[in-house]
C-alpha cells in the first residue's frame, strides 16, 4: 500500500497568515492526489483534486501543487472559518488512502 | 442538491452484525460509484469498501475482507455495507461517499460525504 504522510500534524496561525502543508507519498503518484478539510464532528470536504485543480465553490486562497512524491497545499491568507483538520489523499491505485492529518490552530 | 444520509450505526458486541444504509438524492445514482469511509475516534481516515455504478466490482480494504460487503439498489439510489463478524477495531463513524466520477467506475476520491453514522463494537 502507499502511505501519506503529511506535516506538520498541527500547525499553530493567525489569521491573514500564509500556511503551507505538506504531503509526501511512499512511491509516485504522479499527479492523483486530492486534498479535504474536515471540520469536528462533519465529514470532509473536497478543496483540491488532480493535485492542483480547485473543486467548484472551494475560495482561491486554497491551492495545490507538486507531482510525483511531494505535494503541498497553501492557503494564502487564512480566514476564521479555516481553521480545521486537513488531509490528503492519493487515488492512485487501490487501497487509496490518506494522510494521518495536520490540525491548524488558532495561534 | 446532492444528499447522502447514513443510518444503521449503533452499538453491537464483538463477533455480531450490522447492516449500514445510505440513502441518497439529487444526483443520478447509479451513473456514480460509491465509497464507504471510516474514521475512528480521533483518528484519520480508511476506505472501507467501495461499489462501481452498476454494481459489478466491489473493492475492500485488507482489514474487512471477507467480513464486509458492499451492495447497492440503484432502484432506490440506496447503498449498503454489511458488516459481519465485527471487531472492536471496526469501531468508527462510516460515511457514505460518492465518487467523483460520473461514468460508473470509480475514481478514487470523493465530491460529496453524508454526515456518518458511528458504529461501537464492544462488549
Known amino acids: 500500500d502507499i502511505q501519506m504522510t503529511q506535516s506538520p500534524s498541527t500547525l499553530s496561525a493567525s489569521v491573514g497568515d500564509r500556511v503551507i502543508i505538506t504531503c509526501r507519498a511512499s512511491?509516485?503518484?504522479?499527479?492523483?492526489l486530492a486534498w479535504f478539510q474536515q471540520k469536528p464532528g462533519k465529514a470532509p470536504h473536497l478543496l483540491i483534486y488532480?493535485?492542483?485543480s480547485l473543486e467548484s465553490g472551494v475560495p482561491s486562497r486554497f491551492s495545490g501543487s507538486g507531482s510525483g512524491t511531494e505535494f503541498t497545499l497553501t492557503i494564502s491568507s487564512l480566514q476564521p472559518d479555516d481553521f480545521a483538520t486537513y488531509f490528503c489523499?492519493?487515488?492512485?491505485?487501490?487501497?487509496?488512502?490518506f494522510g494521518l492529518g495536520t490540525k491548524v490552530e488558532i495561534k | 442538491q446532492v444528499q447522502l444520509a447514513e443510518s444503521g450505526g449503533g452499538a453491537v458486541q464483538p463477533g455480531r452484525s450490522l447492516r449500514l444504509s445510505c440513502v441518497t438524492s439529487?444526483?443520478?445514482?447509479?451513473?456514480?460509484?460509491m465509497h464507504w469511509v471510516r474514521q475512528a475516534p480521533g483518528k484519520g481516515l480508511e476506505v472501507v469498501a467501495v461499489?462501481?455504478?452498476?454494481?459489478?466490482?466491489?473493492y475492500y480494504a485488507d482489514s474487512v475482507k471477507g467480513r464486509f460487503t458492499i451492495s447497492r439498489d440503484n432502484s432506490k439510489s440506496t447503498l449498503f455495507v454489511q458488516m459481519n463478524s465485527l471487531r472492536p477495531e471496526d469501531t468508527a463513524v462510516y460515511f457514505c461517499?460518492?465518487?467523483?466520477?460520473?461514468?460508473?467506475?470509480?475514481?478514487?476520491?470523493?465530491?460529496?460525504w453524508g454526515q456518518g453514522t458511528l458504529v461501537t463494537v464492544a462488549s
Open positions: 461517499a460518492r465518487d467523483a466520477h460520473n461514468l460508473g467506475d470509480p475514481l478514487g476520491f470523493c465530491d460529496s
Open positions: 439529487g444526483f443520478t445514482f447509479g451513473q456514480y460509484a
Open positions: 461499489i462501481s455504478g452498476d454494481g459489478s466490482n466491489q
Open positions: 512511491q509516485s503518484i504522479s499527479d492523483w
Open positions: 488532480k493535485a492542483s
Open positions: 489523499q492519493h487515488y492512485y491505485s487501490f487501497p487509496w488512502t
